[in-house]
């Protein structure tokens, strides 16, 4: 074979294939790792705020742009466990990379693969798996964010079947560069009657579709966030994503699959910034000998670590469940992104932490997951957002915990505690705001009773998975004797609040930046 003819992906997907026996998910892995070794450079793609221009060939070579399209559409069709272990690698070695496969695989696919009809799937699929074009979803809009009952972006139907879309999305990813959009819309009929929100899949090319300007974003500075604007644009029947008013269920189904793949991504980032954290602390010599000896240090590594490893324990137990054909709750999929984001972002700050100044070098990878991973605490609704919601949810349908708790087999010391999760859910109180605290209590309680679950199951198979048992059912115990307790103090009124922050400026001033030399992209009159 005459290497030199061939592009990078060539190369690292022959070197895969050769793999004796080994498997597509193998493949993609020994492929990832070898591009990270040799083809990138995270700083660079970091600071030009792009992928690498070869890099959508590459990965769609190594099948990483079809990972659950159906073979017969051209793709890989991974189980939901293969799956997580790609994403996994993924958020390892790059969020900007793993977030670009993300929300074309889980945000932009599913929905084709589940409600387009057979014709568009036959059309679009095979050029989502090889690399020919991406697609993405517009759900979020300027003012609601993902808030899906409060879209405003309309679509009419015509005469003659076809659908007129207008409105605004913001916070889209990919959407720049993606060639088919998922778009969410409370569709009307002609007498505008409401029908319900509905989807379709739209070409960019399509007459009154507006890509607005790139936002400037900490992090994730390569898969850039677009405004949409949606100008009387037309789209013919065969659009639908499903039936006319079945959107929600479609929109649902991709944001509940792409939640648990951010706290897969996220764990991935997590074990490096903590590999990267441990091998400092070995080395590293301070008065008492290794900096690895020391008991607090070993302490906050080892909790970090029980952290990731016990979240790791539930995405395992989710997508094994979904393999199995199991319907999963949805507290599972709120759970799994709430602790997977916020236990993993808090490990690589742990790592950051250890790794003291060298820890704050641009040049240094947990450096930039610290930046990148940041925004996955607010990817697909905030922590503060879902755990609200899930709690409200939990204390207006108390059965639907008892559900939660049958369905896994945990220890009789978790047993225990998870009674007192079902007492304090039942304790609401009357007040507006403190029915919003205690919904977010209620929340977060269940959310880790669930993972001291699924961890108690798992204590017998290593010292780790022993230790982290019992620190997630310390965990819980903690945040159970803090509920008990109830809220301590009054807040202060929303006038009072606003009266003593509008008192900084007396204090700070006004230090708003209006008088700066900027560049300037207007273009010169003479060259229009």
Partial sequence: M???????????AAAAQDLPGASSTARMLTFLREYAQNFLNSRLVDERRSVPPAMVSDFAEAGLLGLQVPRRYGGQALSHTDAKQVYTQLGAIDANLAIFCVVHNTLGVPPIVRSATEEVKREVLPRLAAGRALTTSAISEPGIGSHIRGMATSATVEADGSYTINGAKKWISLAGDARYVNVFARLRDRNGRNLGVTGFLVDNRTPGFGIGPEMLTLGLRAVPQYDLTFHDMRVPGSALLGAEGEGLATAKAAFMGGRVVLAATTVGAAMRSLELAQRFARGREVATGTLAENGRIREVLAE??????????????????RDDGEEVPDAWYFCAKILGCELGWKAIDTALQVLAARGFLDTNAVGQHFRDYRLFRIFEGSTEAISVYLGTTLVRNPGEFTK???????????????????????????????QHIHAAVVGELACWALLAMVTSEAAHRSAMHAYTASWTEDQLRQRLR??????HRDLPTVAEFADHVAGYARIIGDVDQRRWPAEDWRTDPLLR
């Avoid at 290497?3 to 190369?11: F, I, K, N, R």
């Avoid at 970090?304 to 469940?321: E, K, N, P």
């Avoid at 220890?411 to 009357?430: T, Y």
């Fill in 304 to 321: 970090a670590g029980a952290g990731i490893l016990a979240v790791d324990t539930m995405l395992s137990r989710i997508a094994a469940w």
């Fill in 2 to 12: 005459d290497t030199e003819s061939l592009s990078q992906g060539d190369v690292l």
């Fill in 404 to 434: 939660l708790v049958d369905r896994v087999g945990p220890a009789e010391p978790v047993l225990g505690l998870v009674d007192h999760v079902e007492q304090i859910s039942a304790n609401r109180p009357g007040d507006a705001a403190a």
């Fill in 482 to 487: 803090n509920a008990l307790r109830g809220p």
